[in-house]
């Protein structure tokens, strides 16, 4: 389920609100075995985040699908710019390297112990997900508020999260984009400057990132270097 994006912050009757998190969508699920987790291109990503596969396989929960966000924290804040460091990792003793913490956020079941849930209201399948797992550590329930989406944002942005997402507490699950879903970006802007680029690394060719500045009372200023990010994960989500 994926949510459509909005300009406009709003409140309404039957809506609930949670943090926009700035990560990789995981579809989380266990069937008696391993927990598996599931990218939004259907691959098996367990092996990039094994201690989130064994706090899972430890929370209590033997059958479950479960839909979450995996985060890594640059102080208070989610970075996605630091768990690319772990995103293409699958070996332990490199990904124990890198230092890059994760945590795994849930926000909706999708199935337990062997029941759908997907026809549900949202708001009583989060109910069951609170229930459903033992939270702690790298674990984590997504919590929501029900207040004004005009006050929450505001909330949002003020602190430098990512934005908001409002739900419909009373609709279903359902796969695909919905307006069931809605998100409220928190941006900051800036123009910057191409001022060169540097050498490429590893497979790439050509360049590897550009160099950008931007001007500060008539001076140019170095910022940083912007590159792309290569694939990210998938599942029916």
């Known amino acids: 389920m994926v949510a459509t994006l909005t300009q406009q912050p709003f409140s309404r009757e039957n809506w609930l609100f ?6 990789v969508r995981t579809i989380c699920s266990r069937d008696g075995g391993r927990p598996v987790l599931w990218s939004r291109n259907h691959n098996d990503i367990s092996a990039g985040y094994p201690e989130l596969g064994e706090a899972l396989a430890g929370s209590g929960a033997s059958s479950f699908v479960a839909d979450g966000e995996i985060v890594a924290f640059d102080g208070n804040q989610t970075s996605f710019a630091r768990l690319q460091q772990r995103i293409h990792l699958a070996d332990r003793r490199r990904i124990e390297a890198t230092g890059v913490a994760v945590h795994l956020y849930l926000f909706d079941l999708l199935a337990f112990d062997g029941h759908d849930t997907t026809g549900l ?3 009583q399948r989060k109910q069951l997900l609170r229930k459903a797992f033992d939270w702690g550590g790298v674990l984590r329930y997504a919590t929501h508020r029900n207040t004004t989406g005009e ?3 505001a909330h949002a942005c003020a602190r430098g999260w990512e934005g908001v997402i409002a739900k419909r507490a009373d609709a279903p699950y359902r796969s ?3 307006t069931d879903w ?3 970006k928190c941006v900051k802007e800036q123009e910057f400057v191409v ?3 540097s050498a490429p690394g590893g497979a790439r060719t050509g360049f590897g990132a550009l160099l950008v500045g931007y001007y500060d009372r008539g001076r140019l200023r170095y910022a940083g270097k912007v590159g792309a990010a290569t694939a990210s994960p ?3 989500s």
């Open 121 to 123: 209201p949202l708001r």
């Open 182 to 184: 809605l998100k409220f």
């Open 151 to 153: 006050e929450y944002s």
């Open 18 to 23: 949670e943090r926009k998190l700035d990560g």
């Open 195 to 197: 001022g060169g680029f």
């Open 176 to 178: 695909g984009r919905t």
């Open 234 to 236: 998938r599942c029916v």
